[in-house]
């Protein structure tokens, strides 16, 4: 981790905000659909977090893969999903990613590496260790990202991946987004140690970083990447970031007390127009990719709505593998 | 037709199916130098090599989740659980994880993993060293459990669970391990699901598995002595089990009796008595009865142990039930 900072161009910047745009807007549709009642459920939805997605994803590759959350709608698009796939699934589709079997807990595409968001805090720990144990076992040139909340700090696998990560050398990075919420208590209340000391307790390097700057958070991921990369064994980041929503859609926030306007000042995407309004990207470019954006979006769900309903027996069917 | 053990049956199939398939491999706690507590692993680490054989810390949900994570990434993890009571450890990777993927991804991957893991009682190892959890496992959709009788069938069985593309839980009686039977020289593999009658007789069916089996051809030579013929099918698989092969038996013999080791109540055997009554009542001449273990935790203490396990007598009084 001795590279020095690489400064980001307007166009690689650019890349970054249209992902993010992607992620809020396909969340805000999501939210809207869960009020309708065309999207059943629970939905917990990540506006607020989207840099911390982007930026790691940023630096990944289509070997590499990503264990998700419950919270994971922005790995999984950061990662390429297709939105027409995405949105058929939450809409509880055929065409869904998961063939409207496991819905907004559960999406995955294992073409792209991405092993799944997950209903069970903390297990995609142990399932992205794996992964990364294939990865050196098999001899791939690819990392394994677990994503995981403050919460999950709270779960003892986290000790034992640590350990078995660090141990075994795994091309693992571990990546906390620390959005002060386990689940509706605030953490501090929760969790009595730092993530730092943890990792040092273990042995792991440890980086952290503003997680609301997208490109603060690509360039920390950058260097943790390739130093996981280049088989030096485990690396945790902490990015510290806000979730501007409830737990899930529809939690009335009764324990909350954070204003809308300090949520205001730390949106990841208002932070990461300003740094592209400085690299001289006028306003009505990001309105253009608005759109643009809101016009795929609008696509997908009509794609899906339009499509034929999860089938009982082609789920019936797929309970084990031929 | 050398005599093999049934330990030595296990530790022939992984490393047959090791040197067959470059992506089996092998983990868990103390498998690689020391062998396993049982030994079944004797050898792979030295033959196969550390990043094949892996010796992991005492981290069972972890190692299981780390193996479900390996599977859907390309491995063939063969997990070792040291003993049956420490897969409550492993639950969320084996139910909420592994068992799930190929239903809940919309069968884009299936999870070819296998988890070995002893149980039964007889060695005094107390109620945290000796439980028969094997139904709760075949509760779950998306496993499939096997348990062995006879070497022959845990060769076989070794090689259909790692060929197979879903969670295959491989349960090892251990009292049975150093129990011999001969091996042909290229021991065939054995279909996930598929019963096999170790005792042919006309007058009852006793429906066993695992470590029973034995007990249950105990019982059957004993009845022999006073006229009654008993067929002694040995289930090897519980999740799929051979339905087939059970209502095949009882429309010879009209009577079944159904012995496993685990505790009797919601057992595998209530399963089956309860498919024979929907689908073979007709063919039944008496009502049939289940041997099991009384329903408490696995005691330590020898005659405590003694009159915990289900005996040949057990099985015995059982058949004259269905004769009365």
């Not at chain 1, 309708?36 to 989207?50: C, K, R, T, Y």
């Not at chain 1, 009505?284 to 990719?289: A, C, G, H, I, M």
Request: charged letters at 20%; proline letters at 5%.
């Amino acid at each position: 981790m001795s590279q020095a900072e690489r400064p980001i161009s307007a166009d690689e910047l650019l890349h970054l905000y249209r992902q993010l745009l992607l992620i809020r807007l396909a969340e805000e549709r999501l939210s809207a659909l869960f009020a309708d009642g065309a999207v059943p459920g629970f939905i917990h939805l990540s506006i607020g977090q989207e840099a911390v997605p982007v930026g790691v994803i940023s630096n990944l590759g289509p070997a590499d893969t990503v264990a998700s959350t419950h919270r994971g709608h922005g790995h999984a698009l950061a990662k390429g999903l297709s939105l027409d796939g995405f949105f058929a699934e939450l809409l509880g589709m055929d065409a869904g990613l998961c063939r409207g079997r496991g819905g907004s807990m559960h999406v995955a595409d294992f073409s792209l590496g991405m092993l799944g968001a997950n209903g069970i805090v903390a297990a995609g720990m142990s399932i992205a260790l794996g992964s990364a144990l294939a990865h050196k076992v098999l001899g791939r040139d690819a990392v394994a990202v677990v994503f995981f909340g403050d919460g999950a700090l709270a779960e003892g696998l986290l000790h034992e991946c640590l350990n078995m990560a660090k141990l075994m050398g795994l091309p693992m990075l571990f990546v906390c987004e620390n959005n002060g919420w386990s689940e509706f208590s605030p953490t501090d209340s929760q969790i009595a140690f730092s993530l730092e000391s943890l990792a040092a307790g273990h042995g792991v390097r440890y980086q952290h970083v503003d997680g609301n700057n997208v490109v603060a958070v690509a360039e920390s991921a950058r260097l943790a990447v390739d130093d996981v990369r280049r088989g030096r064994g485990p690396i945790v980041l902490e990015c510290k970031t806000i979730r501007v929503r409830g737990h899930f859609e529809g939690d009335p926030q009764k324990y909350r007390t954070t204003s809308d306007s300090e949520l205001e000042a730390h949106d990841p995407l208002r932070i990461a127009a300003e740094q592209l309004r400085a690299l001289g990207i006028e306003d009505e470019q990001l309105s253009v990719s608005r759109a643009e954006i809101q016009t795929r979006i609008d696509a997908a769900v009509r794609k899906a709505r339009e499509g034929e309903p999860a089938d009982f027996a082609t789920a019936l069917n797929d309970v084990y593998a031929a | 037709m050398p005599a093999t053990s049934f330990g030595k049956a296990i530790n022939r199939a992984l490393a047959d199916a090791m040197e067959a398939d470059s992506t089996v491999v092998a983990m868990g706690e103390d498998i690689g130098s020391a062998g396993g507590p049982f030994g079944v692993t004797r050898g792979l680490q030295e033959r196969f090599g550390r990043t094949r054989v892996i010796d992991t810390p005492i981290s069972e949900a972890a190692i299981a989740g780390a193996a479900t994570g390996a599977a859907l990434s390309g491995l063939k993890p063969v997990v070792e659980i040291m003993f049956m009571d420490f897969t409550t450890l492993v639950m969320d990777a084996v139910v909420n994880q592994a068992a799930k993927a190929h239903f809940m991804f919309g069968g884009q991957r299936s999870v070819p993993m296998v988890l070995r893991t002893p149980h039964g009682g007889g060695l005094n190892a107390g109620p945290q060293h000796s439980q028969c959890l094997e139904a709760w496992f075949a509760h779950v959709p998306g496993l499939k459990v096997v348990c062995p009788a006879d070497a022959p069938s845990a060769y076989g069985l070794m090689r259909s669970a790692i060929a197979d593309p879903n969670p295959v839980l491989f349960v090892e009686n251990k009292k049975l391990y150093a129990a011999k039977a001969d091996m042909p020289e290229a021991p065939g593999t054995v279909p996930i699901g598929e019963a096999r009658i170790a005792r042919r007789g006309r007058d009852v069916t006793v429906v066993a598995y695992g470590g029973v089996v034995a007990t249950a051809l105990a019982a059957a030579d004993t009845m022999a002595t006073t006229g009654v013929e008993v067929e002694v099918v040995d289930l090897r698989s519980l999740q799929p089990w051979d339905t087939d092969a059970v209502l095949a038996s009882l429309q010879r013999t009209h009577r079944v009796v159904i012995a496993h080791e685990a505790v009797k109540a919601f057992g595998v055997g209530a399963e089956i008595a309860a498919t024979i009554a929907e689908l073979g009542f007709d063919d039944l001449d008496a009502p049939i009865v289940r041997v099991g273990a009384a329903f408490m935790p696995v005691p330590y203490a020898t005659p405590l142990e003694a009159s915990y396990l289900p005996a040949a007598g057990d099985i015995e009084a059982a058949i004259q039930r269905t004769l009365e």
